[in-house]
């Protein structure tokens, strides 16, 4: 069920630094509005993922699917007011339907942040937990001092659905073999055909799950509070580097989004209004 493949490190690096690189690069996404800025962070986000040998099929593999929801959210987001907007070009309209139903060039910018946040977050996330080996997770929630049932729980729930979704493809395959067509006939049809899939797919689940818990009471699981730890975490030069920049880019980026009083002190204001609508 555990998928112990090895997995590429992210320049050796501590998990440690890892999640605070994570920490960051969220909270550029959720701060800052302008779609360059995120545009940008797209950009060095793939430039990671390259880097540790994932290819761009790997890392929007998941979003293909959700293609036709991100031109929902930008369509619609588009017919947005205008009221909200700091520079007046944005409250400017492109298309109009009928009165009311007008889309500005405003709209159009935040649709498109919204969707760039959406790919910059799961393809980050994709990135962390392909170049992360299961072991540091582990390690990362004991530093942390999480329950052992807790960290359990969260590093199950990664791996248990890559394994599953393995037993899917496997079972498309065997059903597609036997003759059954998937695709074809109206939608009532198809979804019948996928019963074919959800019922040896619920068994196999059920059986992992079965055969995990018999594992884990022979291992003696819960007997002690504490895990036993094979690996230890070690900082090396480059993780304090990378806590301190992370540190004061997380502080950089909350000063320049709500600056205060430090606008007139650190002369800011139209540097800060290029990153919002």
């Known amino acids: 069920m555990i998928d112990n493949r090895p997995s590429p490190r992210l320049g050796g690096l501590d998990i440690r630094s890892k999640f605070a690189l994570f920490i960051q690069f969220m909270a550029w996404t959720i701060l800052y509005d302008h779609p360059a800025c995120h545009g940008a962070i797209c950009?060095?986000?793939?430039?990671?993922?390259?880097?540790?040998?994932?290819?761009?099929?790997?890392?929007?593999?998941?979003?293909?699917?959700?293609?036709?929801?991100?031109?929902?959210i930008m369509f619609f987001t588009g017919f947005n007011s205008g009221a909200g907007f700091i520079h007046p070009g944005n409250q400017a309209p492109i298309l109009t339907l009928w009165p009311g139903a007008v889309m500005t060039r405003g709209g159009v910018m935040l649709g498109a942040t919204f969707l760039l946040r959406l790919v910059n977050m799961v393809v980050l996330t994709q990135i962390i937990l392909a170049s992360t080996p299961l072991d540091e997770f582990i390690n990362l929630f004991v530093k942390l001092r999480l329950p052992p049932a807790l960290s359990f729980l969260i590093t199950t729930a990664i791996r248990f659905v890559p394994a599953l979704d393995k037993k899917r493809n496997l079972i498309?395959?065997?059903?597609?073999?036997?003759?059954?067509?998937?695709?074809?006939?109206n939608w009532f049809r198809q979804f019948k055909s996928r019963v074919a899939i959800m019922i040896p797919l619920m068994v196999n689940a059920i059986i992992i799950s079965?055969?995990?818990?018999?594992?884990?009471?022979?291992?003696?699981?819960?007997?002690?509070?504490?895990?036993?730890?094979?690996?230890?975490?070690?900082?090396s030069t480059v993780d304090y580097f990378i806590l301190f920049f992370s540190l004061v880019s997380l502080v950089s980026a909350i000063i320049i989004r709500y600056p205060g009083n430090f606008e007139d002190i650190l002369n800011i204001k139209h540097f800060s209004a290029f990153f919002q609508l």
């Open 43 to 72: 950009l060095m986000i793939i430039g990671a993922g390259l880097s540790i040998g994932l290819s761009l099929k790997q890392m929007f593999a998941k979003l293909i699917p959700l293609v036709p929801l991100f031109f929902m």
């Open 172 to 185: 498309i395959t065997a059903q597609r073999a036997r003759g059954v067509d998937l695709d074809e006939g």
């Open 210 to 235: 079965d055969q995990l818990s018999m594992a884990l009471m022979n291992r003696g699981f819960g007997y002690r509070k504490t895990w036993t730890i094979m690996t230890r975490l070690r900082f």
